[in-house]
């Protein structure tokens, strides 16, 4: 450590006390800092003498010293090395002096020049042994925090490995269960199936030993027919007195000659046969039932959990559409609750957020963490897609709905519903049109579900989308001139008896009308409700940006037009039982009136025949 010490001297201006910078050395061979001794001289010393030795000269002389440079260099690096060996005093590499103080305002060690500095002159500075022991403290007192924290998780992780494995035991016993009684069943249909058709092979037996007999018998019949049409013919040639002899003999002898009838042993195989139809006709239907009570009861069950999960989807968030992200061709109601597809390209401001070529629009919530859901009605016609898409996703130019490029969402196009997956899209076999999705959100567990708001159904649910600590933004994509989506109701609204559709009134900036099929019948219409061309008249706005205007449209009301009712097919050989989630809807006061359309029974009419 001293020859260190000593390196370190001579690696020292006497000016400036630091390391050498640029080093020259002046007319007496001592050394110093180029900026040191310049600084020193000045441009108005007629004498230039030596800072250490007084030795003066007439003129500036000095060259730049390379090797002590080098040596410098050399220095620092093992004073580097000499603070990193373990239990080796760290020094300031500004001062070469050890590191006894700490900051408090800039939260580093310094040295007792460093403290004197303008940098640190007016910065409070405590010991550095007293700063560690104070730092000390407080990271063991995180530490024992950490560890207590470790050994909850590993608690919980342990319990969890047991209740996984608990689960994994039960499911196992019910696969079991499930086989077992399937085997049973399937073992019981096939005893069933042996048994008819070992009675249908008797009785093609019987059909077969039968058909041989009666060819044998009508072959014997035939040649005794073919034997008296001989003699008979040959009677008839005879002379009168030859031919009347014995002729009632003969003609008794033609009477016992027809051929006796064998439909009646065909009769009691066609019996038979009848009795095996009958049979297969009680099986098909006691199957049907079968296979119908044990779809509803599994789906019963089904939706009473998804029930449930849907109670516990979290909280339910407030969702508004962004402008600022819109497609120039989407049109926003002024709330921001409504999107529909416009015609006319918008002449709308650069935004770095907005979509330019696929025509989606985000919401202005963001979201990090937490369960959150919200719901959303959806039109019939034309193409939609709902769901979440991340704060990166692709704004400029076609955008690929897939879960790889930020988006999990479900979609209508062309009819179809369809799962946006890749690397290839998931058909969604849904055997009815929703009408509101629910969209729910688990943020950490990378979940993203969607549900039939009113039927309580699970519709797709991605299990392992991941978003890496980014923000998630509800997304909403529509296109063709009948797609629309619109977000939580307006708190104002009136609602029609016979469509069930919501209706925003004041402060709002939209009516959207019936779709077709869907209208106000005189008779059903409440004398309440407001009169759709005045409020036109007093709401209309001008359309402006992404927004559409106020427009109340009126239509005629056609007599006897309400609700299209549900249809059961009742033909007695075709009967089926009623599909849940098709109750009748009728107006209040309404009385059902049965009307028959090709072996089709309405509703009130299908209850009443098979009640």
């Not at 937490?370 to 939609?384: A, H, K, P």
Request: aromatic share 8%.
């Amino acid at each position: 450590m001293a020859a260190v010490q000593k390196l370190q001297d001579e690696a020292t201006c006497s000016i400036c006390l630091e390391y050498f910078k640029a080093p020259v050395s002046i007319h007496c061979g001592h050394n110093f800092c180029r900026a040191c001794i310049n600084q020193y001289w000045g441009e108005s010393k007629p004498n230039f003498s030596c800072p250490q030795c007084r030795e003066t000269a007439q003129q500036r002389n000095f060259r730049p010293n390379r090797e002590l440079a080098n040596m410098v260099e050399l220095v620092k690096q093992l004073k580097l090395q000499a603070g990193k060996e373990p239990g080796g005093e760290r020094v300031c590499e500004k001062h070469r002096e050890p590191l006894k103080l700490f900051c408090e305002e800039d939260q580093s060690p310094i040295c007792v020049v460093c403290d004197r500095s303008k940098a640190h002159r007016d910065h409070p500075v405590i010991p550095i042994e007293e700063a560690a022991q104070e730092y000390k403290e407080q990271i063991w007192t995180q530490l024992q925090t950490l560890k207590e924290e470790k050994e909850k998780l590993l608690k919980y992780r342990q319990a969890e490995e047991g209740k996984s494995q608990e689960y994994l035991e039960k499911t196992d016993v019910e696969r079991r269960k499930i086989i077992s009684e399937i085997q049973q069943l399937r073992q019981f249909l096939e005893e069933q199936e042996r048994l008819l058709l070992a009675q249908l092979g008797g009785l093609d037996k019987e059909i077969v030993k039968m058909q041989n007999e009666n060819v044998t018998k009508l072959s014997l019949e035939i040649s005794h027919l073919s034997e008296l049409i001989s003699e008979m013919e040959g009677k008839c040639q005879q002379p009168a007195s030859e031919f009347l002899k014995d002729i009632r003999s003969i003609l008794s002898r033609c009477e016992k000659g027809k051929a006796q009838a064998v439909g009646e042993s065909l009769s009691k195989l066609e019996n038979r046969i009848g009795d095996f139809s009958e049979k297969r006709i009680v099986l098909e239907m006691i199957l049907r039932e079968f296979k119908d009570t044990l779809v509803f009861e599994l789906e019963v069950k089904g939706s009473q959990f998804l029930a449930k999960e849907m109670e516990n989807v979290g909280e339910k968030v407030n969702v508004t559409l962004d402008p600022d992200t819109a497609h120039p061709k989407l049109v926003l109601s002024e709330d921001w609750k409504h999107v529909k597809y416009g015609d006319a390209w918008q002449d709308l401001p650069h935004n770095p957020k907005r979509f330019d070529s696929s025509l989606c629009v985000l919401g202005c919530e963001g979201f990090t963490s937490g369960r959150r859901y919200w719901d959303l009605e959806v039109g019939e016609g034309g193409g939609w897609a709902v769901g979440v898409a991340k704060e990166s996703v692709k704004r400029k130019g076609p955008v690929k709905y897939s879960p790889e490029e930020g988006i999990c969402a479900v979609a209508l196009r062309r009819g179809e519903y369809w799962a946006l997956t890749s690397p290839e899209e998931i058909p969604l076999s849904l055997s009815w049109v929703p009408q509101r999705i629910r969209v729910s959100l688990d943020y950490e567990e990378g979940q993203v579900a969607f549900f039939d708001a009113d039927r309580k159904s699970l519709i797709f649910h991605y299990l392992m989308a991941s978003f890496t600590e980014e923000r998630v933004f509800p997304f909403f994509w529509v296109v063709g001139k009948m797609s629309w989506l619109r977000l939580a109701p307006s708190e104002m609204r009136f609602q029609s008896h016979v469509s069930n559709r919501h209706f925003p009134l004041k402060g709002h900036s939209h009516v959207r009308v019936a779709p077709p099929g869907i209208l106000h019948s005189p008779e059903r219409m409440s004398s309440t409700e407001p009169n759709l061309a005045a409020a036109s008249a007093e709401h209309a706005t001008p359309a402006s940006g992404n927004l559409w205007p106020s427009t109340f449209q009126q239509r005629k009301p056609k007599p006897n037009t309400c609700r299209p009712r549900r249809w059961v097919h009742c033909n007695p050989a075709r009967a089926t039982y009623p599909v849940r989630g098709t109750e009748p809807h009728s107006a209040q006061g309404a009385t059902p009136q049965p009307t028959k359309r090709d072996n089709f029974y309405s509703w009130p009419d299908f209850l009443k025949r098979y009640k």
